[in-house]
Structure formats: C-alpha cells, structure tokens
C-alpha cells in the first residue's frame, strides 16, 4: 500500500492519515475524531480521510491489527464522547463563545460557520456536520449554546456518530481491496478531502450571490417606479 504523499500539497505533512496512525496508534486515531468532533482545537484534523485510511489499514492489518468491529465501535464511540463535550462546553460557555477574541488556533468565522449551519440544519445539522469539516467540530458546541434539548441532541449525535465513524471506515476497509483504490490511494484520498469541502463552497457561493444581489445598485427606472406618486392639490 502506498503512502498518500499527495495529501502534503492540502496540509501539512505531520496531518497526513497513515503517517498520523503509524505514528500514534489506535490511540490516536481515537484521540483526534475526539477532538475533531467537538474541542476548538480540533477543527483542523483531517478526519474524512483519517477514518477512511483507518479503515484501509485494518484490511492490510499492518498499522491496525484489530479486527474491523472494534475499530468501529472505538471511534464512533469517540465521535459520539466528542460531540457531548462539545454540547457541554457550549452550553456552559453561552454567548461567551461568539465575543472570544481570534486567535492562531481560533477565528470567529468558525463559530460563525457552525452556527449557520446549525440554523439552517435545524437538529439534522448534527448528522450532516459530521461529513463537513469545521462544520463538525463547532455545531455541536453551537447546538450547546442555543440550548438544544438535550434528548434531541443526542439521539442525533448517536445516529450522526454511527454513520460517520462506523460508516467513512468500512467504506475504506471494503474500498481498500479494490485494486483500483489500492493502486491510486494517493488520488482517492485527495478526493475524499475535496468532497468533503464542497457543502463549505457551494454554501460561500452561496452567500457570496446573495450579498451581490442585496448590494446590487437601482438603477433610475425602479427607483421612479418604487418612488410614491405626487399627490395632486385641489
């Protein structure tokens, strides 16, 4: 199996996925979807392909010599320990959250991205967040902060929990036997990491339009339509 060195060009080379589970274990593995899936630090992780390299190693049984159930059940239960320390902390933090100064680790757009998903998504956004990265790491904190009941929260977050951290895995375990995928790893890798952006592009294009459109200048006949009509004297 060859290394995805073709990761390095999207980040730096200490977060590639094979070398971050080479170098950390299981442990690791399961320290950073913790992390990723509700701590402010965590955001940067890259989890997508982290679970699907997980799961490619666990078929080549060198990195992860554990059997595939295992694997799966440690980090969906991580993903789903992640996001209720997430809600914890945005519960107990409140509005605090949103006037916290920037920082190397910390913007306020991040915050902001997780809450308009949240807002959009309603309580399906926790679901969705966990295929979207940032959107991941800060919608559960957000979801804590607007006082989500807490029932709806985490049957969200088991179900969400179970279909990323189970599912991204043994997508890469089966995936991984293909030869196809084997031999063009570095490629499938890179694409998994481009999918997983595209909900935060389409939505930038999104608000990008619609900021056009509210600042779009009037030209002189709306203006004279929109105008109320003289009134006339008796």
Request: hydrophobic share 50%.
């Amino acid at each position: 199996m060859s290394t995805p060195v073709a990761l390095s060009a999207l980040g730096p080379d200490f977060l590639e996925p094979k070398r971050l589970i080479a170098a950390f274990g299981l442990i690791g593995l399961l320290a950073i979807v913790f992390a990723e899936s509700g701590l402010l630090v965590g955001f940067f992780f890259p989890g997508d392909s982290l679970l699907f390299t997980a799961g490619l190693l666990v078929a080549d049984g060198r990195l992860l010599d554990y059997p595939l159930w295992l694997v799966c059940l440690l980090v969906t239960l991580a993903a789903i320990a992640g996001d209720q320390v997430g809600y914890a902390f945005g519960r107990r933090v409140g509005p605090a959250l949103f006037r916290r100064p920037d920082s190397r680790l910390f913007r306020q757009e991040y915050v902001a991205k997780g809450h308009a998903f949240f807002e959009r998504y309603g309580a399906h956004s926790i679901v969705l967040a966990r295929f979207v990265p940032i959107a991941r790491t800060f919608t559960p904190i957000v979801a804590g902060v607007s006082h989500m009941t807490y029932r709806t929260f985490v049957t969200y977050n088991v179900i969400g929990g179970v279909l990323w951290g189970t599912g991204v895995t043994v997508l890469g375990y089966f995936l991984g036997q293909v030869t196809f995928v084997a031999d063009n790893i570095e490629l499938i890798l890179v694409g998994i990491v481009l999918v997983s952006f595209m909900p935060i592009v389409v939505e930038l294009l999104r608000a990008r339009r619609r900021s056009r459109r509210n600042h779009r200048p009037v030209d002189a006949r709306t203006r004279r339509a929109a105008a109320p009509a003289p009134q006339r004297e008796d």
